[in-house]
């Protein structure tokens, strides 16, 4: 199938790329005209995703209705003595004239806010026109900065802008870097394997137009079908498709490189190549949509969203693999890997000598102390995943910015929970003023309020807005919601009504008991899900549960590290609360993936007449380099994350559990638990070589990459 598919694109690859240039163009136009030059926005309140039958989705629904919001995004001035002393009526005269000074395009009004018990700080609210992340919002932040510090020059007073609109624009140039340290790192890493400029800067063009055609037919999906592409779907899917994009080309170009040193014409070595990696590479796509395709069984609509998303954008990838590259590759021929000479390389010292090679040989050595010395290194990194704790800290800044030290101003004088109040809805025919009041007073009674902000009555339903004493994503503050508030609240709500407690606190209270009921639904319908996949490809029982056992392992080490290096050393109080879900699926998927084309190949040995311990050997040598490259290439892609505050956690754990499912399941404890069980791993699928004339000897497998497709149909 995949050789007439590769024939066929060889032949006109002009068409193809033309193709899909022109469905690129499309998509990217259609999106323009439906969203504007901004692309679609995210949707970043996790109320919207929740199901309705939990009382915070309802609160937000009353809030919706009958308390909207105002149009636009908001940013918070704090405004301070440089020496830290109380504010003087002088400072408070000079403060109460600043709305009439930072008047601003793309500012609607700045007002007047609290002032701190101690006296010491001061605050003021700017709302602004548009969305937190639009441009225009951007520049207008900085404008409004910009005024600031020239109206309070000379007065002995400093201010900082903080809030949504000026932690966006902080963020926007650290997600630019991150952004763009993220496509270098990639062109670095490939021009270090390929050692081609031509491969690094063309293979990064490429996977960046897929990537394009991917947002564009998800956002407009989005339109069509009337759901809403979150902060985590918008943030990973670049990140995804960068790195499982170069993964598949780094497959096809290994094979494709083989095959011109071996004197085959550019046309006819693609045509091989293609033939040779198409069945492992949509093998290996299939399980990463499938991993991803689970998430639509969670019941927060942001991961039904997610995993779909992501399972759509892989597949996409997978078919430009198969298609646009080679018909790209196919017109270039050697000269993609110029300045490198493609010689015949033949089986030389270097390949004998290289480091998988080496853990080759290691693994056909010693395959026993191999499985115990990794199983136990991986247990014992997966014992620190017992201490993880879920973190709902959202408003992480970049570090040193001039929003993150405001914020620390403002917490330094006034109630925590200040910037993201909760609110408490009364609804029914008993509302009246008075009783309103009083319901405000008992709740400021109950110990995580600092203080009632004011109550407010619209349309028979009355609003208590209250200051949490805790952060409000903290872990007390949201046990304490749940524990305490929302009791106290439902007890002390007046006869004839009904109180829901909302915002952010009680969201994330809902979103963790949901969570906890996707943990329980997904882990065992994607991986067995998976397990069916890898059935169903191995045909090898033993083969397809020691896979799913080994990628089991690999991420309870993954989630261990993670622990470790972010609660025990960073003292941090908790792993990001979406970090076990995803980190699963992104673990199981690619760890799975990199294990199927070394095991893939490690059959293929079999069959050529090698005993156990040889096919180990020589599939640890010829698939690990690229395995070891793609795992790389794609850990590195995710590591850039780590400088990303809201994305770091992700990034490092996802990047450290390709590195374990590279190295340590793919080079180690896979092939040396095949090279133990012999060909029993593979039951009841048959190994055994086709039996040769008398006096002629196995052949070895042609050298290449991963698993010719026709022996994954056996």
């Known amino acids: 199938m995949f050789t007439t598919l590769a024939t066929a694109v060889v032949r006109r690859p002009g068409r193809v790329i033309a193709g899909w240039l022109l469905a690129i163009a499309a998509l990217t136009a259609a999106t323009f005209a439906v969203y504007g030059p901004a692309g679609p926005r995210p949707a970043d309140s996790q109320a919207d995703f929740l199901p309705a039958r939990y009382e915070s989705a309802r609160a937000a629904g009353i809030a919706a209705r009958i308390f909207p919001d105002q149009p636009g995004t908001s940013a918070v001035l704090v405004v301070r003595r440089a020496d830290g002393a109380p504010l003087t009526p002088d400072d408070s005269a000079r403060i109460d004239g600043l709305p009439q000074e930072l008047r601003v395009a793309g500012v609607t009004g700045v007002t007047p806010g609290a002032t701190a018990p101690d006296g010491r700080l001061r605050l003021a609210e700017a709302r602004l026109t548009g969305d937190a992340h639009d441009e225009a919002t951007i520049q207008a932040v900085g404008r409004l900065r910009d005024a600031t510090d020239d109206a309070l020059a000379g007065s002995g007073l400093v201010a900082g802008w903080t809030g949504e609109a000026a932690g966006a624009a902080d963020s926007f140039l650290l997600d630019m870097i991150v952004n763009g340290a993220m496509m ?34 998800l956002a407009l999906g989005g339109k069509v079908f009337g759901y809403a592409l979150d902060a985590s779907t918008t943030g990973l899917l670049p990140v995804v498709l960068l790195g499982i994009g170069t993964d598949y080309a780094v497959f096809l170009l290994f094979r494709y490189r083989e095959r011109l040193r071996a004197g085959e014409d550019r046309r006819a070595a693609m045509v091989h190549a293609v033939g040779r990696i198409g069945g492992a590479v949509t093998v290996s796509a299939l399980v990463v949509a499938v991993a991803f395709g689970a998430l639509v069984l969670s019941r927060l609509a942001s991961f039904q969203v997610l995993g779909p998303a992501l399972a759509v954008a892989v597949l996409l990838m997978v078919a430009a693999a198969l298609t646009l590259f080679p018909a790209v590759y196919s017109l270039l021929g050697r000269r993609a890997y110029w300045p490198a000479k493609l010689v015949a390389s033949g ?54 910015s001039e929003s993150a030290e405001a914020l620390d101003w ?15 809805y009364l609804t029914g025919a008993g509302v009246d003023a008075a009783g309103a009041e009083r319901f ?116 309870a080490a993954t989630l261990g590290t993670s622990v470790l290096a972010f609660q025990v050393v960073g003292g941090q109080p908790g792993l990001n609360f979406q970090l076990p879900l995803v980190v699963f699926l992104f673990v199981t998927a690619i760890g799975t993936d990199y294990n199927i084309l070394m095991i893939a190949r490690l059959r293929e040995e079999l069959r050529a007449g090698r005993s156990p311990r040889q096919a180990a050997e020589e599939a640890v040598r010829r698939a690990g ?6 795992g790389v290439i794609l850990a590195g892609s995710f590591g850039v994350l780590v400088a990303s505050p809201m994305m770091a956690q992700i990034g490092f754990a996802v990047a450290v559990g390709v590195l374990i499912a590279t190295f340590g399941l793919s080079w180690l404890l896979v092939p040396a638990a095949a090279a133990l069980t012999g060909r029993a791993a593979f039951w009841p699928a048959r190994t055994r070589p086709a039996t040769l004339p008398a006096g002629v000897a196995p052949t070895s497998a042609p050298s290449e990459a991963v698993a010719p497709a026709r022996t994954m149909a056996r």
């Open 184 to 217: 270098l790192v990639i062109l670095v890493l490939l021009l270090v394997v390929f050692r081609s400029p031509t491969i690094a800067l063309l293979n990064l063009f490429l996977v960046l137009l897929v990537a394009q055609a991917a947002t564009g037919l």
């Open 347 to 400: 089986d030389d010292a270097a390949a004998r000598n290289g480091r998988a090679a080496r853990a080759g040989r290691l693994v056909a050595r010693r395959p026993a102390r191999v499985v115990l010395t990794t199983v136990a290194a991986l247990a014992l990194l997966g014992l620190g995943a017992l201490h993880h704790r879920p973190s709902y800290e959202l408003d992480a800044l970049p570090t040193g």
């Open 410 to 424: 403002l917490r330094s004088g006034l109630p925590a929970g200040t910037l993201s109040p909760t609110d408490v």
């Open 440 to 555: 405000a007073e008992r709740l400021g009674e109950v110990p995580i309020v600092a203080a009632p902000a004011g109550v407010e009555i619209v349309d028979g339903v009355a609003r208590v807005r209250l200051l949490l004493a805790e952060p409000p994503y903290s872990q007390r503050a949201i046990d304490a919601v749940e524990s305490q508030l929302r009791p106290a609240a439902h007890a002390a709500a007046p006869p004839g009504t009904r109180a829901y407690v909302g915002g952010e606190t009680a969201t994330f209270a809902d979103v963790r008991a949901v969570l906890d009921e996707d943990l329980r639904r997904v882990f065992p319908v994607a991986a067995g899900l998976i397990g069916l996949l890898l059935l169903l490809m191995l045909r090898g029982l033993l083969a397809s549960l020691g896979l799913l056992a080994a990628v089991a392992l690999g991420f």
């Open 625 to 630: 380099p690229a395995v070891a490259a793609a």
